[in-house]
């Protein structure tokens, strides 16, 4: 079968922002105020609106860059267009690790709110067993095969499932209220058990800010878009506002309905295993119970299939990128998609699940591996309204030079949130992808780009910056991270969180000023200007013949 490397243009409004709101709308909902619920008591609701404000930032950032460059697996392709290919490679490897991942996410959260009708998923220490994992490993193989007949399938099945999604924690909201809403319960241990760190800890590890992440799929899929000026940066918007007000409104009554007779011990002795779904039955609705764990199977699958279609558009990025060998930028001509990159994001997935059998684990490792390569974003978005100064843009974002650093800030904050036990693996694993390139670029020049002077100047401050998080998460203060392992205090809360801050906003302008005309943004804005004459000529044709 001859292969090519274009993918289709099928993608409708609705089909853009159910993709975003499939992906916002997955397992968060029904794990991940309970584990912000345990480490933040009542102030939990405050972590939903500190995420929801950062990534609102960058939301309203991508939203211009997806109208002014839509791309497939545009994470990928904005860093090559303004600062080379070294920089590329470090933010589309980081963001193929993070995608990877998130399929294996949903598939163990159906697994973990399974467990309590089928013990034989449980493993030791609230991890799940071999059975539950290969459970899961089977349900990655059905977003596998959903997404290998093309994106317009991927969609047909995507819109409905996530209209539905929407559906139930939304009637989740209304019965809590009505049913088994205790205001007395905003008091209990005090509004702020775990104090202000603890608040913003869960922002990182209990899968509030990840819940939020997957805004970004409009903006990956934004390639296979009809109207992606439009489209892109409507989907984006909506979907966050969407996503922000319904978890918010999910924690709220989550900590009004647990029973009295629960917090006897603290919001750390919470340990449902399906937290809606059992709440729901101490409020006489085992009715509505049964339907949560019905959505406790649909929601994950909904959201890990919308991640099985983003990852390999990300790797494909980085083939058209030519980081990686060209097989991965090969198109089924009838399906339109990259089959090897869908296979190799696959076995990845799989992968994952082995070294983190718990959702919680594995949220905290794709949860800072998305956020540092989302927080490129904004620095990209800086280096265009100057290398590229007079191309249109159907949306252009008021305020830029204020909500692009604020934005930076935000989401370096939130990385070092996470930790020094997820950091280090997670950058090991980024150093270990950059060696691979280098040594592939010097073996192989043909197959893989090797980034010359300008591009490695023009990363620099990329790679100093993610050893400068490393060695905050090392230093900094000892709350953030496991008890088992994190930072040793040398600088103590909360001067940890200023010394970031500051730092990170003197990389986002470091970063701003390294960023130049690349060889690549030239030959894509004269691509998108021959193909905007080209849309013109046929329009004016299409006129003509029906004048006449």
């Given at each position: 079968?001859?292969?090519?490397?274009?993918?289709?243009?099928?993608?409708?409004?609705?089909?853009?922002?159910?993709?975003?709101?499939?992906?916002?709308?997955?397992?968060?909902?029904?794990?991940?105020?309970?584990?912000?619920?345990?480490?933040?008591?009542?102030?939990?609701?405050?972590?939903?609106?500190?995420?929801?404000?950062?990534?609102?930032?960058?939301?309203?950032?991508?939203?211009?860059?997806?109208?002014?460059?839509?791309?497939?697996?545009?994470?990928a392709r904005y860093p090559q267009y303004s600062h080379g290919p070294l920089a590329s490679f470090i933010i589309g490897w980081a963001a193929f690790v993070a995608y990877s991942a998130l399929p294996a996410v949903e598939?163990?959260?159906?697994?973990?709110?399974?467990?309590?009708?089928?013990?034989?998923?449980?493993?030791?220490?609230?991890?799940?067993s071999l059975l539950g994992l290969m459970t899961a490993a089977g349900l990655m193989i059905v977003f596998y095969t959903i997404n290998y007949f093309g994106v317009r399938t991927f969609a047909r099945?995507?819109?409905?499932?996530?209209?539905?999604?929407?559906?139930?924690?939304s009637l989740t909201i209304v019965l809590f209220f009505i049913f088994g809403f205790h205001a007395r319960n905003f008091h209990v241990d005090g509004f702020m058990p775990g104090g202000s760190a603890g608040m913003m800890k869960v922002v990182s590890t209990a899968g509030v800010v990840f819940s939020y992440l997957g805004f970004r799929q409009a903006v990956d899929l934004s390639g296979e878009a009809k109207n992606p000026g439009r489209d892109v940066p409507l989907a984006v918007i909506l979907s966050l506002i969407i996503g922000i007000a319904l978890y918010t409104l999910l924690q709220v009554v989550f900590i009004g309905a647990v029973p009295s007779s629960v917090l006897a011990h603290g919001w750390q002795s919470l340990s449902y295993s399906a937290p809606f779904a059992q709440l729901a039955v101490t409020l006489n609705l085992a009715w509505f119970g049964v339907l949560i764990f019905a959505d406790a199977i649909i929601s994950p699958l909904g959201t890990g299939n919308v991640y099985m279609a983003t990852t390999p558009r990300v790797l494909y990025a980085l083939a058209q990128n030519r980081h990686v060998p060209k097989i991965f930028r090969k198109v089924d001509p009838l399906t339109g998609v990259p089959v090897s990159a869908l296979t190799a994001g696959l076995i990845v997935g799989i992968i994952f699940l082995a070294p983190f059998p718990a959702w919680q684990a594995l949220v905290a490792v794709a949860s800072s591996a998305a956020v540092l390569t989302y927080i490129t974003g904004p620095v990209s978005a800086a280096v265009f309204r100057r290398t590229a100064i007079h191309h249109a843009r159907p949306v252009r974002l008021g305020g830029l030079g204020?909500?692009?650093?604020?934005?930076?800030?935000?989401?370096?904050?939130?990385?070092?949130?996470?930790?020094?036990?997820?950091?280090a693996p997670l950058l090991g694993i980024i150093l270990a992808g950059l060696i691979l390139y280098l040594l592939a670029g010097f073996t192989a020049p043909q197959e893989i780009a090797r980034p010359d002077k300008q591009s490695v100047k023009s990363a620099a401050w990329l790679i100093v910056f993610l050893l400068f998080m490393l060695v905050m998460s090392y230093i900094g203060s000892g709350i953030f991270g496991s008890p088992a392992n994190h930072g040793k205090g040398i600088i103590p809360y909360p001067w940890d969180l200023v010394v970031v801050a500051l730092f990170s906003l003197a990389f986002y302008y470091w970063g701003v000023q390294s960023g130049y005309r690349t060889r690549d943004l030239t030959e894509r804005l004269e691509e998108s200007l021959t193909a905007g004459k080209e849309d013109h000529a046929s329009s004016v044709a299409d006129l003509h013949h029906h004048r006449h």
């Amino acid at each position: 079968m001859t292969l090519q490397t274009h993918l289709k243009k099928e993608l409708s409004l609705l089909d853009l922002t159910m993709a975003s709101l499939g992906a916002i709308i997955g397992s968060g909902w029904l794990l991940a105020s309970q584990s912000a619920a345990e480490g933040a008591g009542p102030s939990a609701v405050l972590s939903w609106l500190i995420a929801g404000i950062v990534v609102m930032l960058l939301g309203l950032v991508y939203a211009e860059l997806g109208s002014f460059l839509p791309e497939a697996g545009a994470i990928a392709r904005y860093p090559q267009y303004s600062h080379g290919p070294l920089a590329s490679f470090i933010i589309g490897w980081a963001a193929f690790v993070a995608y990877s991942a998130l399929p294996a996410v949903e598939s163990e959260a159906v697994v973990t709110y399974a467990q309590s009708y089928i013990p034989a998923f449980k493993g030791a220490h609230g991890t799940i067993s071999l059975l539950g994992l290969m459970t899961a490993a089977g349900l990655m193989i059905v977003f596998y095969t959903i997404n290998y007949f093309g994106v317009r399938t991927f969609a047909r099945v995507n819109t409905p499932l996530t209209l539905l999604k929407f559906f139930m924690p939304s009637l989740t909201i209304v019965l809590f209220f009505i049913f088994g809403f205790h205001a007395r319960n905003f008091h209990v241990d005090g509004f702020m058990p775990g104090g202000s760190a603890g608040m913003m800890k869960v922002v990182s590890t209990a899968g509030v800010v990840f819940s939020y992440l997957g805004f970004r799929q409009a903006v990956d899929l934004s390639g296979e878009a009809k109207n992606p000026g439009r489209d892109v940066p409507l989907a984006v918007i909506l979907s966050l506002i969407i996503g922000i007000a319904l978890y918010t409104l999910l924690q709220v009554v989550f900590i009004g309905a647990v029973p009295s007779s629960v917090l006897a011990h603290g919001w750390q002795s919470l340990s449902y295993s399906a937290p809606f779904a059992q709440l729901a039955v101490t409020l006489n609705l085992a009715w509505f119970g049964v339907l949560i764990f019905a959505d406790a199977i649909i929601s994950p699958l909904g959201t890990g299939n919308v991640y099985m279609a983003t990852t390999p558009r990300v790797l494909y990025a980085l083939a058209q990128n030519r980081h990686v060998p060209k097989i991965f930028r090969k198109v089924d001509p009838l399906t339109g998609v990259p089959v090897s990159a869908l296979t190799a994001g696959l076995i990845v997935g799989i992968i994952f699940l082995a070294p983190f059998p718990a959702w919680q684990a594995l949220v905290a490792v794709a949860s800072s591996a998305a956020v540092l390569t989302y927080i490129t974003g904004p620095v990209s978005a800086a280096v265009f309204r100057r290398t590229a100064i007079h191309h249109a843009r159907p949306v252009r974002l008021g305020g830029l030079g204020l909500i692009a650093p604020l934005a930076f800030i935000g989401g370096s904050l939130i990385i070092y949130w996470t930790g020094w036990n997820t950091n280090a693996p997670l950058l090991g694993i980024i150093l270990a992808g950059l060696i691979l390139y280098l040594l592939a670029g010097f073996t192989a020049p043909q197959e893989i780009a090797r980034p010359d002077k300008q591009s490695v100047k023009s990363a620099a401050w990329l790679i100093v910056f993610l050893l400068f998080m490393l060695v905050m998460s090392y230093i900094g203060s000892g709350i953030f991270g496991s008890p088992a392992n994190h930072g040793k205090g040398i600088i103590p809360y909360p001067w940890d969180l200023v010394v970031v801050a500051l730092f990170s906003l003197a990389f986002y302008y470091w970063g701003v000023q390294s960023g130049y005309r690349t060889r690549d943004l030239t030959e894509r804005l004269e691509e998108s200007l021959t193909a905007g004459k080209e849309d013109h000529a046929s329009s004016v044709a299409d006129l003509h013949h029906h004048r006449h």
